[in-house]
């Protein structure tokens, strides 16, 4: 799994979203949203496609889009403990995760909410076949794969959630297939969350994150470590979510290419808001939402940040 902090992040909600509806039958939400982003990276197809040394710092691109995203999902059975959904839910872009999923939830009588996802756009996105290449135009391609998800929430009643996923990711033409840069990989995740409540409107919810990325490539293949931190508050009938996060990745190998193994730090902050029957309108939320990420690593090459702005209505049905 992965922070999408250069894509729009949406609906804001407390994690008790994690539950089944409320009611049988179908229920959902959709939000119209302006978003700007920005981002510096040499794995960037908007940004320049030819460059003249591995030492490259890349340039900022920016750009603005309206994004449409929603979810739809249908509640049944005994208790209405068990629940089918289809798109991005509202626990995942809180702390600014985007994820747009088909999944199944099932509320057990231990209380422990099991949720079992398809994610089949996570991976998706385009690269440079070649990301090194100098001195002449590089071509861009497609990455492709698919993600699986289990999620084990509030455990036996408790304030204790597990997140497990496996990816697998695919990258056409890859130009560096065969050596020990190579990216097609299998990527293997694991989250364990605690909820600590502050007061009847606020909680902070830490968590601790590991990812193992298995790439044919050993100098592209890594273990990471990383830590978050959520907190939770709701003013009046606003609701405001901060999340820090910060991880470090370490390689398997030095590259022939940089003589020298890669490390990383990666940081983020994601703040959002949203302030429920926006006008008066019953059903009708503003919602607001800010991003950023930063990632320095030994080899400058690699170094990356991006940000996002984004303001919205959402109508929830």
């Not at 302006?34 to 981002?39: D, F, G, K, Y």
């Not at 999944?103 to 009588?109: D, E, F, R």
């Not at 409107?201 to 790439?215: C, G, K, Q, R």
């Not at 978050?228 to 901060?242: A, K, T």
């Amino acid at each position: 799994m992965k922070k999408y902090l250069a894509f729009p992040a949406l609906f804001i909600a407390i994690p008790t979203f994690a539950q089944p509806a409320p009611q049988p039958g179908f229920s959902g939400e959709v939000s119209l949203n302006a978003v700007v982003i920005s981002s510096k990276s040499n794995f960037n197809v908007d940004g320049d496609a030819t460059i003249d040394s591995l030492s490259n710092k890349p340039q900022s691109e920016s750009t603005g889009l309206i994004a449409p995203l929603g979810n739809i999902a249908y509640t049944f059975g005994e208790e209405l403990g068990q629940e089918i959904y289809f798109g991005t839910t509202r626990e995942d872009i809180a702390v600014g995760t985007l994820a747009v999923q088909l999944g199944y939830k099932h509320k057990l009588s231990s209380g422990t909410v099991v949720d079992i996802s398809f994610l089949p756009t996570v991976i998706s996105g385009e690269t440079w076949q070649n990301p090194y290449q100098l001195n002449t135009p590089r071509k861009e391609t497609d990455v492709s794969g698919s993600a699986y998800r289990l999620q084990l929430k509030s455990i036996s009643g408790s304030s204790f959630s597990v997140d497990l996923a496996f990816a697998n990711t695919d990258v056409d033409d890859d130009l560096t297939a065969g050596s020990d840069l190579a990216r097609d990989a299998d990527i293997y995740y694991a989250k364990g969350s605690y909820r600590f409540t502050v007061s009847p409107t606020s909680f902070v919810s830490p968590s601790a994150v590991y990812i193992e990325h298995d790439a044919d490539g050993k100098a592209s293949s890594f273990d990471s470590y990383g830590a978050e931190v959520s907190w939770f508050n709701i003013l009046d009938r606003q609701v405001l979510v901060l999340t820090a996060g910060f991880a470090r990745r370490d390689y398997d190998s030095a590259s022939t290419l940089f003589n020298k193994k890669r490390s990383d730090d990666e940081f983020s902050l994601f703040a959002a808001y949203e302030y429920p029957k926006f006008m008066g309108w019953k059903d009708w939320s503003f919602i607001s939402f800010a991003g950023y990420g930063d990632t320095q690593s030994n080899l400058t090459f690699y170094d990356e940040s991006s940000y996002l702005l984004a303001v919205g209505l959402n109508y929830k049905f």
